[in-house]
C-alpha cells in the first residue's frame, strides 16, 4: 500500500522529498557520524564550512531525476572539498552514491560523456589527495573507484531493464493494434462484400423484370432494403471503433440469421433455413462470429452457384454451435450469371474464407472448407459457446 502511493506521486514531488529526509537524518543521531570517508587526512573540528559542504552533499538530490548530472556534480564536488578538508565523517557523504546511481538510471543524453567527466573529476580529487598528504595507496584509489562505478552501473542495470519492458509495452500494443486492425477489416470485408453482392444481384435481377412492374418494385424494395442493411451495420462497425470497450460490448447485434436469409432470397437464392436446439447465452464474439460465417457463406453462394439450393443448418447445444451451409451446383455455373459479368466474380479478394477461419480459431473453434465430391460446397465451422475451447 505505501509503496503504491510512493509511486503515484509525482517524481518531482518524491525527489525533494527524499532529499529533505535525507538532510534530516544527515544531522541526526547517531546517524550523523556514519557515512563514506576517503582520503584518511586528520579531522578537523566540525564548523559553519562543514555544515554547508554537508548540505552541497544532501539538498541536490532533490532535482538527482529531472537533472542527474547537475545532482552529481553538485554532490561530486561537495565531498571532494569536505574531505580534503578533513571535516568528520557526515552520513550526506551517501549522497554521492545516489547521485552515481541516479546517472546510471535517469541520464537520458550524452551517457557515454557523464562517466569520463565523472572519471576526470575523480582523478582531480586522487591528485589532490595524494598532494595533501593522504596515506592512501593506488590500490585504495583504484577499490573506493571500482565501489563508485558499481553504484552507477547498477542504475544503468536498472534502466536497461526498465527500457525494455517499456519496448515490450510498446510492441504489445503495436500487436493488439494490428490484431485490432485485422479483425475490424475481416468485419469490413463481411459487411460490404455482402451487401454490395446482394444488390448486384438484385440489380441484375432486376433489369429482366420490366414485363412485370410489381416484381419489378419488390426487387427494387429489396435493393432498398439490403442498402439500409448495410449502412446499419457500417454504422455500427464505426461505432465499436469509436467506443470503449464497455459501450463496444452493449452495442447491438448488426442482425438476425433469419433475416439475413431473408434478405439472399429476395436477391434469386433459393435458401432453406434449418435450426436444431436452442442457443445458449453465448457471447457477442461467438454470435458474430455465427453471423460472418453464415453471412460470407451465403455472399460466396450468390457469387459463384446463383440460383442454386443453398441449406443453411445450426446445431446448437451447450458447449458449441455448429454451423453448415451446403451450396449444390459447382463454381462454374456463376460465369454465365448476367449479375456477375464484368468481374463481379471477384469481388472479395480473396480474404473471405481466410477471415473466417482466423475468427473461428482466434475463438477454439474448428473451421472447413471445400467443394464436395457430387458438387457444390460446404462451409462447415463448429464454435465454442464460451467464445473458447
Known amino acids: 500500500?505505501?509503496?503504491?502511493?510512493?509511486?503515484?506521486?509525482?517524481?518531482?514531488?518524491?525527489?525533494?522529498?527524499?532529499?529533505?529526509?535525507?538532510?534530516?537524518l544527515s544531522f541526526a543521531e547517531p546517524l550523523a557520524r556514519i557515512g563514506a570517508q576517503f582520503g584518511d587526512l586528520p579531522?578537523?573540528?566540525?564548523?559553519a564550512a562543514g555544515v554547508l559542504w554537508a548540505l552541497g552533499q544532501a539538498l541536490p538530490l532533490a532535482v538527482r531525476t529531472r537533472w542527474p548530472t547537475?545532482?552529481?556534480?553538485?554532490?561530486?564536488?561537495?565531498?571532494?572539498?569536505?574531505?580534503?578538508?578533513g571535516y568528520p565523517p557526515t552520513f550526506a557523504s551517501l549522497g554521492l552514491y545516489i547521485a552515481l546511481y541516479s546517472v546510471g538510471a535517469h541520464q537520458q543524453h550524452h551517457r557515454q560523456a557523464a562517466p569520463l567527466a565523472a572519471t576526470g573529476g575523480y582523478l582531480v580529487f586522487g591528485v589532490t589527495l595524494h598532494a595533501l598528504g593522504s596515506p592512501n595507496t593506488w590500490t585504495d584509489f583504484?577499490?573506493?573507484?571500482?565501489?563508485?562505478?558499481?553504484?552507477w552501473s547498477l542504475g544503468a542495470v536498472v534502466r536497461g531493464r526498465r527500457a525494455h519492458e517499456a519496448e515490450r509495452r510498446r510492441l504489445s500494443a503495436q500487436a493488439a493494434i494490428a490484431e485490432e486492425r485485422s479483425r475490424m477489416a475481416r468485419e469490413l470485408?463481411?459487411?460490404?462484400?455482402h451487401h454490395v453482392t446482394a444488390m448486384v444481384v438484385?440489380?441484375?435481377?432486376?433489369?429482366?423484370?420490366?414485363?412485370?412492374?410489381?416484381?419489378?418494385?419488390?426487387?427494387?424494395?429489396?435493393?432498398?432494403?439490403?442498402?439500409?442493411?448495410?449502412?446499419?451495420?457500417?454504422?455500427?462497425?464505426l461505432d465499436v471503433l469509436e467506443a470503449t470497450g464497455e459501450s463496444a460490448s452493449r452495442a447491438p447485434m448488426p442482425g438476425r440469421l433469419p433475416g439475413l436469409v431473408e434478405q439472399a432470397r429476395a436477391g434469386g437464392q433459393p435458401i432453406e433455413l434449418v435450426e436444431d436446439g436452442e442457443p445458449a447465452d453465448t457471447a457477442?464474439?461467438?454470435?458474430?462470429?455465427?453471423?460472418?460465417?453464415?453471412?460470407?457463406?451465403?455472399?460466396?453462394?450468390?457469387?459463384?452457384?446463383?440460383?442454386?439450393?443453398?441449406?443453411?443448418?445450426?446445431?446448437h447445444t451447450p458447449a458449441w454451435t455448429d454451423v453448415e451451409v451446403t451450396t449444390a451446383g459447382t463454381a462454374g455455373g456463376a460465369a454465365d450469371a448476367p449479375a456477375l459479368r464484368h468481374g463481379g466474380a471477384h469481388v472479395s479478394g480473396g480474404r473471405g474464407l481466410t477471415g473466417l477461419r482466423e475468427r473461428v480459431e482466434m475463438l477454439g473453434g474448428e473451421f472447413a472448407a471445400g467443394p464436395l465430391q457430387e458438387g457444390g460446397f460446404r462451409v462447415y465451422a463448429r464454435i465454442p459457446a464460451g467464445g473458447a475451447a
Not at 552529481?72 to 561537495?78: E, F, M, P
Open 1 to 24: 500500500m505505501l509503496s503504491r502511493w510512493w509511486g503515484s506521486r509525482p517524481v518531482a514531488t518524491r525527489d525533494r522529498e527524499f532529499a529533505v529526509v535525507f538532510t534530516v
Open 43 to 47: 579531522t578537523h573540528r566540525a564548523s
Open 70 to 85: 547537475v545532482c552529481l556534480a553538485a554532490v561530486g564536488i561537495s565531498f571532494a572539498v569536505h574531505e580534503c578538508l
Open 142 to 151: 583504484v577499490v573506493f573507484y571500482v565501489a563508485l562505478t558499481a553504484m
Open 189 to 193: 470485408h463481411d459487411v460490404v462484400t
Open 202 to 237: 438484385q440489380a441484375g435481377a432486376a433489369q429482366y423484370l420490366t414485363a412485370s412492374p410489381d416484381r419489378v418494385g419488390r426487387a427494387l424494395e429489396a435493393i432498398t432494403g439490403t442498402g439500409r442493411t448495410a449502412l446499419a451495420e457500417l454504422r455500427f462497425l
Open 284 to 315: 457477442t464474439n461467438v454470435r458474430l462470429a455465427t453471423y460472418r460465417v453464415v453471412q460470407e457463406s451465403l455472399t460466396n453462394a450468390a457469387k459463384y452457384a446463383a440460383g442454386e439450393r443453398t441449406l443453411v443448418r445450426l446445431a
